[in-house]
């Protein structure tokens, strides 16, 4: 992209998003819907994917875990990769990969196979959200990020209520098969929209590749969520498929750190946390995420396993956050452009506490007109936070900036990710164990199996209910949390982000 061309996107003083942002961020939710959609949509075929191939449970877990380590081994070479090669190409290649991992995670034919294309599915899903936010935020520019975060955020919010619901009727309706086929139509249309829309930039060929960063990071990433994802299965921290990869992944990402506050050009800067505000926006963002995903996996157990609901009837009930967070999002992104992050993070993170608050006192019957009203509302106030938050950590940087961060971003919204599923999980399993008196491991299986006989369903149910509400009283606790560094937010926009504009930027 040439110096003339980021003001023909984001003209100096301009608010609106034009038709040229609205074109590209059109594209790029295209591809985050996609990536972000396939983490969810597997998940309700598990069960199917199981009788498919005669295994295990342990081993079709690796039908997920392989994804979700492929992201996080690729997205820190992504803000390198974005500088090295221009985010266009970069974000083609990721359509690419996604695309041709999809077709063939289809056309698997053993166990092993489906493993090795979802590996491939994850290279090309880690790339496409970290890059396609920096396209937005360049295109936009920092004065408008929380317009585009809000568009972005669209696919954020589809994704872990839209995939049960897709996956469960797939996999009814049609075949476990069409899970993967369905990217199929969509890869091959954002291909084509991405290579005729989205501006060309030129490549910094100056910066080497970290590699001994890269060799210290992507490893150990992925073994800290490796570590982290086993605990649930295990039933606890003190398994060594638990705790040994958690330590290994640990050791190597701190040796990271130590030799990137020595080197010129690491593969994630930084100094970026530096930066006061991005530094406070990625604490508010972790404990947001560990407490907010946690409750997000609990939500659905509930409906199936005390409620007996369906895949299909579970992602339908969920569907009122959704509602709420498109209501909310839109008007949170204007806002915090216009009076900063602070007052729309603030009173989404309330709302977020009333709607958890309802499911603190849930049984066994409690009607569901009231938890869809509770779900209501946390969608509303998810509308004020997740996107705001990552508005408020870009709108201070440089656009030079814009990959480095969002790699970085990307890698704390994973790894708080992995561990506030892991943690929601443990305590659930512990408190279900405990209320059936068996092994942590086993507590979710001795529910089921209570559950399914008409004899004890009753009163199981009124047990697993009691051991539900004592979790999302957790998941209460760690969201409330997130008020302390969230009032460090910024509590106006940065007063200097158009004059950054205004200067002539290479992308």
């Known amino acids: ?50 009788l ?3 295994t295990s449970f342990d081993t079709i877990q690796w039908v997920v875990t392989g994804y979700m380590l492929a992201l996080a081994t690729v997205i820190p070479v992504t803000g390198w990769a974005c500088d090295r090669f221009g985010t266009k190409r970069l974000y083609l290649l990721s359509i690419v990969l996604f695309l041709v991992g999809s077709m063939l995670a289809g056309m698997a034919w053993n166990i092993e196979s489906l493993i090795a ?43 872990p209520i839209g995939g049960p619901i897709l996956g469960g009727y797939l996999v009814d309706a049609v075949s476990w098969r ?18 005729r829309v989205l501006p060309k930039d030129e490549p910094r060929p100056t910066e080497r590749l970290d590699l001994p960063g890269m060799l210290m990071l992507s490893p150990g990433l992925a073994l800290l969520i490796f570590g982290v994802s086993r605990i649930p299965q295990e039933g606890g921290v003190g398994s060594v498929s638990v705790w040994l990869p958690a330590l290994i992944g640990l050791v190597l990402m701190a040796s990271f750190v130590i030799r990137a ?16 505000t991005f530094t406070i926006a990625m604490i508010t963002m972790s ?66 506490v009333a709607g958890v608050a309802v499911f603190t006192a849930v049984g066994a019957n409690t009607s569901y007109p009231l938890l869809v009203a509770g779900l209501f509302v946390m969608g509303l106030g998810m509308g004020c936070t997740m996107m705001p938050i990552n508005t408020a950590a870009l709108q ?8 480095r961060a969002s790699t970085a971003m990307n890698i704390v919204q994973q790894t708080a990710g992995a561990i506030g599923s892991a943690v929601m999980s443990i305590i659930l399993a512990s408190l279900l164990a405990g209320k059936f008196g068996v092994p942590t491991n086993q507590g979710q299986l001795a529910a089921t199996v209570a559950l399914g006989n008409p004899q004890s369903h009753d009163a199981a149910a009124t047990l697993a209910s009691g051991a539900f509400a004592s979790t999302f009283l957790w998941a209460l606790v760690l969201m409330a949390v997130c008020f302390v560094p969230a009032l460090f937010l910024p509590k106006r926009p940065p007063v200097h982000a158009e004059a950054r504009e205004a200067a002539p930027v290479h992308v």
């Open 396 to 403: 201070t940087l440089t656009q030079r900036s814009v990959a």
């Open 178 to 195: 069409w899970i993967f086929y369905i990217n199929v139509p969509l890869g091959l249309v954002a291909l084509l929209t991405a290579w």
């Open 52 to 54: 498919q191939f005669t």
């Open 1 to 50: 992209m040439t110096t003339a061309e980021p003001e023909k996107l984001h003209p100096a003083g301009s608010d609106k998003l034009d038709a040229a942002v609205l074109k590209v961020a059109g594209v790029v939710v295209l591809g985050a819907v996609m990536a972000i959609l396939d983490t969810t949509v597997v998940n309700v075929a598990l069960q199917a994917l199981i």
């Open 287 to 352: 404990l947001f995420m560990v407490a907010f995903l946690g409750a997000m996996l609990v939500l659905p157990t509930y409906f199936q396993l005390v409620r007996g609901e369906s895949a299909l009837h579970a992602g339908l009930l969920l569907a009122p956050q959704g509602l709420g967070a498109m209501l909310t999002m839109p008007v949170a992104g204007r806002l915090v452009d216009r009076i900063g992050a602070r007052k729309v993070v603030l009173p989404g993170l309330v709302l977020i």
């Open 261 to 276: 506050t020595r080197v010129a050009n690491p593969l994630v800067d930084l100094k970026l946390f530096a930066d006061r």
């Open 117 to 159: 294309f979802r590996v491939v599915q994850g290279l090309g899903g880690g790339m496409l959200v970290p890059a396609g936010m920096t396209i937005m935020t360049k295109a936009a520019g920092p004065h408008r990020v929380g317009r585009v975060m809000a568009v972005l955020g669209v696919p954020m919010l589809l994704g």
